[in-house]
């Protein structure tokens, strides 16, 4: 009797609430939930979105430095241990850039936006990028992987990328370590020395197509 008079409620709460509220399938998208179903829009939400790794070639090429290679690669990964990334799991640590003192260190700043470092890129890839110049990494980055130049210009500038890179990381290292700033007009010759270096080398190894490569780099230089 009583379990009667229950489902005779039930009927009539029903009957008030009436058909709009019954149960439908909502699916997901990006924009919130609708009932149609739509494939593309799923897919978006559930898969693992990867940052592009086509910038493999700007690293890993013929004649590289392998420990340039290698820290290049860290780099491009944003797994070098610049003070933005310490400050994640290391609050009250002083983020500022030690090269310039002037402004947040990343990545981006480190290579090649800060004041120090641009004056070392600028000396090194001005003469081979003309107008073209830029000092953005991302820029950088998608010219170095391109590689739309002559094949001695594309060693040269790729391998001038890693040599600014690499030592301007050294520098950043040898100042947190309490070494006195290297007056930039130093690092310019020895980082230019480290490069005329390598194209002897190639020179004097005969690498095909490389020979005179140290004549172009002379070339560019202002
Ligand atoms: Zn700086």
Redesign the pocket.
């Known amino acids: 009797m009583i379990l009667n008079n229950i489902e005779e409620d039930l009927d009539k709460l029903r009957d008030k609430i009436g058909e709009a509220l019954e149960d439908a399938c909502q699916w997901r998208r990006a924009a919130g939930f609708k009932q149609e179903f739509s494939t593309s829009e799923t897919w978006k939400l559930i898969r693992a979105v990867h940052e592009k790794r086509d910038w493999s070639k700007c690293i890993w090429f013929s004649q590289a430095t392998p420990k340039y290679a290698f820290m290049m690669w860290l780099a491009c990964l944003n797994r070098l241990s610049t003070m933005d990334r310490i400050a994640r799991w290391n609050r009250g640590v002083d983020t500022t850039?030690v090269?310039?003192k002037?402004?947040l260190?990343n990545r981006d700043?480190?290579f090649f936006e800060?004041?120090?470092?641009l004056q070392l890129w600028e000396s090194l890839a001005k003469g081979i990028m003309g107008s073209s110049f830029t000092n953005s990494w991302p820029e950088i980055v998608s010219i170095a992987t391109a590689g739309a130049m002559e094949r001695r210009k594309r060693f040269c500038f790729r391998y001038a990328f890693h040599a600014a890179m690499y030592s301007l990381w050294r520098e950043r290292n040898r100042v947190k370590h309490g070494e006195r700033l290297t007056p930039v007009t130093l690092l310019k010759k020895l980082v230019d020395k480290g490069i005329r270096n390598k194209l002897s080398l190639l020179r004097q190894k005969g690498v095909k197509g490389m020979q005179d490569s140290i004549q172009l780099w002379f070339s560019t230089r202002g």
Do not use: K, P, Q
């Open positions: 850039c090269l310039c002037n402004a260190e700043h480190l800060c004041s120090y470092s």
